[in-house]
T-cell receptor, first 116, second 114 residues
């Protein structure tokens, strides 16, 4: 399996622009997670989906952030409009709680976002 | 509010030495995970601990879980340079809203010096 795939790997944009991050989970995994990692705040869960349905979005910072999962193999995280404080590494992860490892999550390579 | 505290946050040690990283958490949970992150890279799953008393070992690393003490340890035996990385523990919790998620510690940055 190719693992979790994220694109783009790096994104540099200007304040006010729309940013869309993409994720393809591991095939067969029914949970998908979006995290944000910064030096100041560490690793934060933004939102997660189960069977394409958002379950917990309490970590989404504000209305500028939105996430969708139109099917089992694709999810997007959108920031509109972007701000410099959104600069971070965004990770997507997936898991299958039917496995013996329960909630073991497998992380993608991340998208490094820089908002100027 | 759930707290997951790792200590130390920074650890510099010599090759060949032993050391332990601690992960304390403030709520009831019997599922804990350890991850490794190399600089500029993603998180890699190391250990899955799913019950009280669970112990897992891989090479020079051994992880254990004491759910009664709400404590997990990651023990490093005879450290080598290749173990230099940041290590995270993550606790599996159920929120008041009924959702289940991992809450990560701040990470322990380990540097192994020759």
């Amino acid at each position: 399996d190719a693992g979790v795939i994220q694109s783009p790997r790096h994104e540099v944009t200007e304040m006010g622009q729309e940013v869309t991050l993409r994720c393809k989970p591991i095939s067969g995994h029914d949970y998908l997670f979006w995290y944000r990692q910064t030096m100041m705040r560490g690793l934060e869960l933004l939102i997660y989906f189960n069977n394409n349905v958002p379950i917990d979005d309490s970590g989404m910072p504000e209305d500028r952030f939105s996430a969708k999962m139109p099917n089992a193999s694709f999810s997007t995280l959108k920031i509109q409009p972007s701000e410099p404080r959104d600069s971070a590494v965004y990770f997507c992860a997936s898991s299958s709680r039917t496995s013996s490892s329960y909630n073991e999550q497998f992380f993608g390579p991340g998208t490094r976002l820089t908002v100027l | 509010e759930l707290k997951v505290e790792q200590n130390p946050l920074f650890l510099s040690m010599q090759e060949g030495k032993n050391y332990t990283i601690y992960c304390n958490y403030s709520t009831t949970s019997d599922r804990l995970y350890w991850y490794r992150q190399d600089p500029g890279k993603s998180l890699e799953s190391l250990f899955v601990l799913l019950s009280n008393g669970a112990v897992k070992q891989e090479g020079r690393l051994m992880a254990s879980l004491d759910t009664k003490a709400r404590l997990s340890t990651l023990h490093i035996t005879a450290a080598v340079h290749d173990l230099s990385a940041t290590y995270f523990c993550a606790v599996d919790v159920v929120t008041q809203g009924g959702s289940e998620k991992l809450v990560f510690g701040k990470g322990t940055k380990l540097t192994v010096n020759p």
